[in-house]
């Protein structure tokens, strides 16, 4: 383990004490099948995670959402099935970790040298729902933290 005495930690703590969650527009799930670009992903910036917002309870149904970028439309989820029952408005939904849900992605998140959007691909539409997501995106990072 990094001792925070000797300044391993503080390149960590840069990157911590600059980072911001940030929300994405509204997407109804039942919605036609297709790509959706939901939040813009500004030149320079870390996306450190993602997860889902519902802001309007979801019926699943036989749903299946991913949630990528223009590089890779599944990154950050993917096959999501929308815990395959209901949802309730309010609920936060993270992947891997401590969370119920299972779909794989890049959990330790994507630099983007351009500009570029999140965007969700609906698959399978769900019966009913809206989310939002939450995206960490980190901006301002000190090239050296280490003084």
């Known amino acids: 383990m990094a001792n925070p005495l ?16 940030y929300q994405s527009s509204e997407l109804d799930l039942t919605s ?3 790509v959706y670009p939901v939040f813009t992903v500004p030149a320079g910036a870390y996306v ?3 997860k889902i ?4 309870a979801i019926t699943a149904g036989s749903a299946d959402i ?22 309730l408005a309010g609920s936060i939904v993270m992947f891997g970790g ?3 849900a299972s779909e794989a992605g890049v959990s330790s998140g994507k630099y983007y ?15 009913a729902g809206k989310i939002k997501l939450l995206v960490q995106l980190a901006t301002e990072i000190p090239s050296s933290a280490v003084h």
Do not use: E, H, R
């Open 6 to 21: 000797y300044g391993q930690n503080k390149f960590d703590n840069a990157v911590d004490a600059n980072a911001k969650w």
């Open 98 to 100: 401590a969370s119920g």
């Open 66 to 87: 991913d949630v990528g970028d223009g590089d890779d439309p599944d990154m950050f989820i993917d096959g999501w099935d929308c815990s395959t029952g209901s949802i």
């Open 53 to 56: 917002l519902v802001t309007s």
């Open 32 to 34: 036609t099948a297709g």
């Open 113 to 127: 040298s351009a500009v570029d959007t999140i965007d969700v691909d609906i698959n399978t539409v769900a019966s």
């Open 48 to 50: 450190l995670g993602v």
